[in-house]
């Protein structure tokens, strides 16, 4: 059984929406989840964007005058109206800008979110994904411990720290 196929039989109510093959306009992801919130029993959904960058990279495509700084604004403005129009929670997955990054910096700074400010100071919860040790040799086969760090949290103390092993073989992760 698949991974997807194995998920949704742990899930009752999941639906794993892809675009992988053609663009994921605002107006169809708006179309499904009204669909998702008409099925479910109690009028709730998540909306998971993975990646922000990927998802808006149809914009610049459409509009040659667009760039990516633009783009990824649109594509927030567009969550944002997502998750006010039907009461949900949106979790988008952004790439991160190495150059604002240091070797032993643990923390995101204002800027780490590659092409725009807006994914950093704009949500009610920034969480981080990173090497629990940076220096660590990378060795093929080896599972890696990870940290999840709040580094920001409008409802509660940001700084909290989850570890995590991750492998990468096989994608998944484990408690420490």
Partial sequence: MGFAAA???KVPG???VEAI???ATSKWIDAQIAILKQGSPDGRALLIIDSWHSWVSGI???DPNANEYQALNMGYAVARKLSIKYAIPVIMVAERNMSSMSKNNYEIGGNAIAGTRKGTYGPDLVIGMDYAHKDEEVVIGMQREIVLRMNK???GPP???INFLFDGETLSFSEV
């Fill in 7 to 9: 998920t949704l039989a």
């Fill in 153 to 155: 949290n409008r409802n």
């Fill in 14 to 16: 999941l639906h794993i």
């Fill in 60 to 62: 610049i495509a459409d």
């Fill in 21 to 23: 093959t053609s663009a």
């Fill in 159 to 161: 700084g909290v720290a």
